[in-house]
């Protein structure tokens, strides 16, 4: 790793189960209390939830600025955005308290990387969007864009994270979501690779609103089988890969729509925990794809941390990278510059 480039990783989450309203908090404070109840708690999750999560170690206890800053210390990151994750708050407004939390951590102190940028949770297609959407920007200048995260599988045994399919592509959705072009935010879209036509639609009918296009739009199963009946056998995840290009491609050719590499080491991809170089020549076509049809213009590297951490450092993460694309990886762009540019993080 250069020297000479400050990183800024795009992606990251921060959480306090045991202070904050989080989906995990009531285990995380049961484990805490009795840690002798953690194997039996941990089967209390659906095997879709375990599936999807690996190691669930980094989801019942605090990941916060100093954790983080040991994780990215080995690859130079000076620059974080924070992407929601999992806030429970209650009422409409709820969503804001997470806003509010990040704003009293010490990001910046103690060597630890400075907060760039805000993603926010925002859900368009509610009746209270541009009041969530103000009081999130009230709350924080720093939040430049929202997610409201649309990956839904009709594999039972995938974790699903939207009540529906065609979540994004819901006429209740596209209508709301003008509140956010008006307001000129970034929408981080994260789907299925099945769900790949849905971002074309939005990407479509809002063409001055960045749409960032979050882990390759996560192809399940493509590296091997996950659910019940996802990559089961090597014909389907050819056939997988191969629909997943397509829409690749067809997205690719929308000039709002930018892509991160992340998501590498996420479980529901289909990969065990492997070494460096396997896990490289195994995520190299998505890789590969996206540079192809997207380029080093409209592509940068984020970790994903912690989620992808139990199967990728995040040194490595920038390794495969770097690994895979050889002479087209433009250490300023991907690693920098890009993500500056589309989250408007301060130079």
Not at 42 to 57: C, H, W
Not at 193 to 212: G, N
Request: net charge negative.
């Amino acid at each position: 790793m250069s020297d000479t480039v400050a990183v800024i990783d795009a992606h990251i989450h921060q959480w306090n189960p045991f202070t904050t309203p989080r989906v995990t908090s009531g285990p995380a404070k049961a484990i805490r209390r009795a840690p002798f109840l953690r194997p039996v708690l941990l089967k209390v999750f659906p095997s879709a939830t375990r599936e999807f999560v690996g190691d669930p170690q980094y989801l019942l206890r605090p990941y916060l600025p100093a954790d983080y800053h040991e994780d990215g210390e080995r690859a130079h990151v000076t620059t974080i955005v924070h992407v929601e994750a999992g806030w429970h708050g209650k009422g409409p407004l709820g969503p804001v308290g997470e806003t509010q939390w990040l704003s009293s951590l010490p990001f910046g102190q103690n060597a630890a990387p400075t907060l760039g940028a805000i993603v926010a949770y925002a859900d368009p297609s509610t009746a209270e969007i541009a009041d969530l959407l103000d009081a999130h920007l009230c709350a924080n200048p720093l939040v430049h864009g929202i997610r409201c995260m649309g990956a839904h599988s009709d594999d039972p045994g995938v974790m699903n994270w939207a009540p529906q399919a065609h979540w994004l592509a819901q006429p209740t959705f596209l209508r709301g979501f003008s509140a956010v072009a008006e307001r000129r935010l970034s929408f981080d879209a994260w789907v299925y690779a099945h769900q790949l036509p849905d971002v074309q639609q939005l990407a479509r009918e809002y063409p001055e609103t960045t749409i960032v296009l979050d882990h390759y739009a996560t192809p399940v199963g493509v590296l091997g089988p996950r659910g019940k009946h996802t990559g089961g056998s090597e014909s389907e995840r050819r056939e997988i890969l191969q629909r997943w290009r397509d829409d690749i491609s067809a997205l690719a050719a929308l000039p709002n729509v930018v892509a991160k590499h992340s998501g590498i080491g996420m479980p529901v991809l289909g990969a065990d925990p492997m070494p460096r170089e396997q896990l490289r020549d195994a995520v190299a076509p998505l890789i590969t794809h996206l540079d192809r049809e997207f380029g080093t213009d409209r592509t940068f590297w984020s970790s994903n941390f912690p989620i992808d951490k139990p199967n990728v450092s995040l040194a490595d993460s920038i390794w495969i990278l770097r690994q895979v694309l050889g002479d087209r990886f433009d250490e300023d762009r991907l690693l920098r510059e890009n993500a500056r540019r589309v989250y408007r993080v301060a130079a």
